[in-house]
């Protein structure tokens, strides 16, 4: 493979990562978005300067090929010592190691920050984000039955968690 740089996304990246995005939308339930979305779609969350909001891309011989983020949970200030993680690898280089060391970075740069409990929401069926979760330590704490729909059949997701590996039980944001 061609040499692989993961990095800072910026806001130069944006539009390959929404085309990377938009083929999860179109080929994929990984997304329970349904209409492409605009280039800018990810500019708030390139621009976000706060503490436990990260987004990665692995480049690989010059091109972003693939992205990982982590961001807001839910928008209420108790939620603030947790983040949500998603990962989207463009479909010509999945199963080559993308998804894995972006997470790495990720996660060790959650860990760095302090970030008590990274959660992660998996549609069903997804062995490869699946393993992918678990690889880096994540468990599976649930699953919501049929709660989207999408290319005419009702989906689950599957929760998966993981706690920061100091801070289990203790430690305030
Ligand atoms: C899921 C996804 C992010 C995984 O990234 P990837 O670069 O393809 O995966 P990697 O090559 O890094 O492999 C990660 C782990 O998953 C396993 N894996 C990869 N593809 C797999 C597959 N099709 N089935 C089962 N396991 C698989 C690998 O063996 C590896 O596990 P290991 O490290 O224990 O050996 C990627 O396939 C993708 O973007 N899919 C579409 C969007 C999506 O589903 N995003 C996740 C939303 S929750």
Do not use: C
């Amino acid at each position: 493979m061609s040499e692989v740089v993961v990095r800072t996304a910026t806001a130069a990246d944006l539009p390959r990562m929404s085309a990377i995005y938009n083929q999860a939308i179109e080929r994929t339930t990984a997304t329970f978005d349904v209409e492409p979305r605009p280039d800018d779609n990810y500019a708030a969350r390139v621009a976000s300067t706060r503490p436990g909001d990260h987004v990665v891309v692995a480049q690989v011989g010059g091109e972003v090929a693939a992205y990982a983020f982590s961001n807001t949970y839910r928008p209420r200030p108790a939620y603030d010592g947790t983040r949500e993680v998603s990962v989207y690898v463009d479909e010509d280089h999945r199963g080559r190691g993308l998804g894995r060391l972006l997470y790495e970075e990720l996660v060790a740069r959650l860990d760095a920050d302090g970030v008590h409990t990274i959660v992660s929401v998996i549609a069903q069926p997804n062995p490869a984000s699946e393993a992918l979760h678990r690889a880096l330590g994540f468990e599976h704490v649930g699953t919501l039955a049929e709660v989207g729909f999408k290319f005419g059949r009702w989906v689950d997701t599957a929760l998966w968690q993981r706690m920061h590996p100091d801070v289990r039980g203790g430690g305030a944001p």
